[in-house]
Antibody
């Protein structure tokens, strides 16, 4: 069955970078559109980015120009490169495909 | 961008009640809408896709309706495990957008 396992979260200072990973199993990642969704502490869900099967990607305005979504087909793994991090990027980050969600990884941006 | 207005933000109800949660899209999204349930500390779980289709394994007391700009999630007879937060999501166009959420509380 579909399984998604995120990793790479942690505590980082404002302005620094972090890369999240999402290891997929039970399906071929490159044949689906895969999303990142985040949730700030105590807040609602926010869609962040998507990569389509043809490699096209889209971003929320709040992260455009700072975040980059990519995948490694040989590793069946999705990435989210997060640059110029801000305090307001603090959240649990989930990868999502066809309604299946990973368990999330927490990113805390704090000085 | 398409805005999703979800109501109510909080709903108090009792076991056995019928409850309805509404999402309104700022422009037509056909039936490109899903409903999700989230319990504290857990990842969201999809209940409904394509506005009206029940996800495999989800109890039949959950149902979705609507198309275009008006959508509803109905729980026909609340069970104790249904007290959670619910979100709608439009995936008609990018950026995808969620409703603000509805917290369903025990009365």
């Amino acid at each position: 069955q579909v399984q998604l396992v995120e990793s790479g979260g942690g505590v980082v200072q404002p302005g620094r970078s972090l890369r999240l990973s999402c290891a997929a199993s039970g399906f071929t990642l490159s044949t689906y559109e895969i999303h990142w969704v985040r949730q700030a502490p105590g807040k609602g869900l926010e869609w962040v980015a998507v990569i389509l099967h043809d490699g096209t990607n889209y971003y929320a305005d709040s992260v455009k120009g700072r975040f980059s979504i990519s995948r490694d087909n040989s590793k069946n793994t999705l990435y989210l490169q997060m640059n110029s991090l801000r305090v307001e990027d603090t959240a649990v980050y989930y990868c999502v495909v066809t309604g299946s969600w990973g368990q999330g990884t927490l990113v805390t941006v704090s000085s | 961008d398409i805005q999703m207005t979800q109501s109510p933000s909080t709903l108090s109800a009792s076991v056995g009640d019928r409850v309805i949660i509404t999402c309104r899209a700022s422009q037509g999204i056909r039936n490109d809408l899903g409903w999700f349930q989230q319990k504290p500390g857990k990842a969201p779980k999809r209940l409904i896709y394509a506005a009206t289709s029940l996800q495999n394994g989800v109890p039949s007391r959950f149902s979705g309706s609507g198309s275009g700009t008006e959508f509803t999630l109905t729980i026909s007879s609340l069970q104790p495990e249904d007290f959670a937060t619910y979100y709608c999501l439009q995936h008609n166009s990018y950026p995808h957008t969620f409703g603000q959420g509805t917290k369903l509380e025990i009365k």
